[in-house]
């Protein structure tokens, strides 16, 4: 049974109302940045994991979730400021980072603008150059992803049974998914749902990619590093976010920086639970002295 935050309430931080999530009240601060289309809960998993001795903080970034939905503002630059702000408002010092997928850029571009503000960085599945140049050249499974925002489904169970004929999902799910699905609708008056995320916002970010420019962040990284790759395809084999050549260039690029590939986790198992070893990983690399 996933453990149930300490905290689930509301914070301003960069002018905006942002949701956020906390387990565990004693030990290292951690702040998890979820994906793209994503929320604060899908580091449930991992909180089940952290929080007897860390405090794991997550936050809905804004567009997504339960956070302000302004109608423009989306690019790792901004999320990367309304991080900075939500650690002061938390009253956190120098707290690890865990970036998953599009948190993985805001993670890696925060510590090289943010320097003083974290102690350690964790890039999971992502933190490099994306291996396409357009939209029309994006993986199905993405284009998927973006294309269930903003259109209603009869119901909540319909709208998982839709997404549990995904290769890269059904044949994993688990109680972490469900809880996350629960977390990511809005449920309507007539009994259909939909996702909360900002359509508009995510577009606006898509277009506003190369702001992000990982490659020319990876040199300036002060903190220790952790990167973890999921080497399991989604529709294909070759479809990962982050392509073994690209992870191998991140590590050596950044100066301090180990690298552990899960070859059996996907882009989304790699954070749901399906394995232990991801977390694991985390635990040891946040808990050492370096």
Known sequence: MPIKPVIDDFIIANDLTLHYV?????????????????????????????????????????????????????SVPIHAADLADLIDALGLERPVLIGHSLGALIALYFSTHYPDKLS?????????????????????????????????VPSF?????????????????????????????????????????????ILEEGQRYNEARPEAQWVNVQ????????????FLDNDQLLPVEAAAAAQREIENCRYVNFPTLNHYTIVFGVENGPVEVIRNFIDEEI
């Open 157 to 201: 169970e319909e709208y998982t049974r839709r997404l549990k004929l995904a290769p890269f999902l059904g044949p994993y799910w688990n109680e972490y998914f469900d809880l996350y699905f629960e977390h990511d609708v809005r449920r309507n008056s007539d009994g259909s749902v939909a996702s909360k995320c900002y359509r508009e916002g």
């Open 22 to 74: 906390k387990w565990g009240e004693r030990g290292t601060p951690i702040v998890g940045i979820h994906g793209l289309t994503a929320n604060a809960s899908c580091f449930q998993a991992f909180a089940d994991k952290l929080s007897d001795d860390h405090q794991l903080f997550a936050y809905d970034l804004r567009g997504r979730g339960d956070s302000d939905k302004p109608a423009k503002g989306y």
């Open 120 to 152: 350690k960085l964790v890039l999971v599945d992502a933190g490099a150059p994306l291996p396409w140049s357009t939209p029309e050249e994006q993986p199905a499974w993405l284009t998927a992803s973006i294309n269930r925002l903003g259109t209603a």
């Open 223 to 234: 903190v220790p590093t952790l990167l973890l790759r999921a080497g399991q395809g989604m």
